[in-house]
């Protein structure tokens, strides 16, 4: 297990800043899950924890001792980590248990202690009846298991997973999702698990960071990233939540007072007075007109069927937002007028504030 620590470290290629002065603790043995869309740094993190890549500014240490950054650099082989890659880079000619034992060999284990680990290793990952077989005998799901065994043989302090199960086909993502959490409760490693899937994320870690653009917008644990969004961001791409500009009068008992398109709304958030966002998803909304809920009116746009029932999209004329979404029990045709009751929701901030210095003038929940 291995504490990871980046303090405001930055990574730039060329003009590009990959990483742009990133500080955030994992605490040694979390699942921790690192999203965010293409390009936005996810790989250029894990390579810097990795030793694939050095800083340009900023420090790094993994289980208390510093690996990189002021003057200090500590190679790759000498981290004590394995990696596990979206290509299996497994060898073909070698069967399962040659594919695990090799880097045992390597590291001069006897041939008696590369049995044992390898036995072991191929039971943890639910294998032990494959030795014998060679990678093109084996499922993709298997593949990515063999892939996974071969690192935790070598009994790494931390295992840095980069898009592992990009290469699956959904059904079999979810398996390996409970596959992971369950690999990952025995084998007490600390696993830094890279995904642009914020549903793999969540359903996966304990602790998520979401990063944009080199920089992080929040690391928090899932629940909290879903119903807690410190940015606009955070909001749109976790959930699929709409944001809507609006104006933050003032706290008012355990909520904030909010103003939307001429109404005042009552709505947990944090945010200071001033301009502000207002986080909505389909459950915070209902077409029922419950008495005593604030409302408010728009126009159907759109609809589609969903998950038995009807997925509305709604224009809120005036509010300049995104169109929002809300589940109706009947269809609506497109046109219609429509008044929504809100029963959710969260308030945040429109000038995304430095996520560590995150200090709102109000903060209700
Ligand atoms: N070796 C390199 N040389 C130049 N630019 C690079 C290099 N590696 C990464 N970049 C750039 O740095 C940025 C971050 O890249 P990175 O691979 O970390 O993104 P990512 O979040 O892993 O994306 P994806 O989800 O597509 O894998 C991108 O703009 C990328 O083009
Ligand atoms: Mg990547």
């Excluded at 002021?70 to 000498?78: C, K, L, N, T």
């Excluded at 034992?101 to 943890?124: D, I, M, N, V």
């Excluded at 809507?244 to 939307?260: H, M």
Aim: glycine share 10%; proline share 6%.
């Amino acid at each position: 297990m291995a504490e990871i620590v980046f303090q405001s470290v930055t990574r730039n290629f060329a003009a590009t800043t990959a990483v742009d002065g990133v500080s955030f603790t994992v605490p040694a043995g979390a699942f921790f899950a690192l999203v965010g869309p293409s390009g936005c740094g996810k790989t250029t993190v894990l390579r810097l924890i990795a030793g694939l890549e050095r800083p340009d500014a900023g420090t790094i240490a993994l289980g208390g001792r510093a690996v990189a950054g002021a003057g200090r650099f500590v190679e790759p082989a000498q981290r004590d980590l394995g990696m596990v890659f979206q290509s299996y880079a497994l060898w073909p000619h070698m069967t399962v248990a040659g594919n695990i034992a090799f880097g045992l060999g390597l590291r001069g284990l006897s041939k008696a202690e590369q049995r044992a680990r390898t036995h072991e290793a191929l039971t943890l990952v639910g294998l032990e009846g494959h030795a014998d077989r060679r990678p093109h005998e084996l499922s993709g799901g298997q593949r990515q298991r063999v892939a996974l065994a071969r690192s935790l043989a070598m009994r790494p302090a931390l295992i840095l997973l980069d898009e592992p199960l990009a290469n699956l086909d959904a059904h079999l993502r979810q398996a390996m999702l409970a596959e992971f959490r369950r690999i990952h409760r025995q084998a007490g490693t600390t696993f830094v698990f890279v995904t642009h899937d914020q549903n793999e994320a969540m359903a996966l870690a304990g602790l998520v960071a979401v990063m944009d653009r080199g920089r992080m917008q929040q690391i928090a644990p899932p629940q909290e990233l879903f119903s807690r969004p410190a940015s606009a961001m955070v909001a749109r791409f976790v959930g699929q939540g709409r944001t809507v500009p609006v104006e933050v009068l003032g706290a008012d008992g355990a909520r904030l007072r909010v103003r939307l398109m001429g109404r005042d709304l009552a709505v947990p958030g944090s945010a200071p007075a001033g301009p502000g966002w207002l986080c909505l998803r389909a459950r915070d909304l209902t077409l029922e007109l419950a008495p005593g809920q604030p409302r408010l009116a728009g126009r159907v746009a759109d609809l589609r069927f969903e998950g038995g029932d009807y997925m509305l999209s709604v224009d809120l004329e005036g509010a300049g937002a995104d169109l929002i979404e809300v589940r109706s029990a009947a269809p609506v045709e497109p046109g219609a007028e429509v008044t929504l009751a809100l029963s959710g929701g969260w308030v945040l901030p429109r000038e995304a504030l430095a996520p560590m210095a995150l200090q709102p003038a109000f903060e209700v929940a």
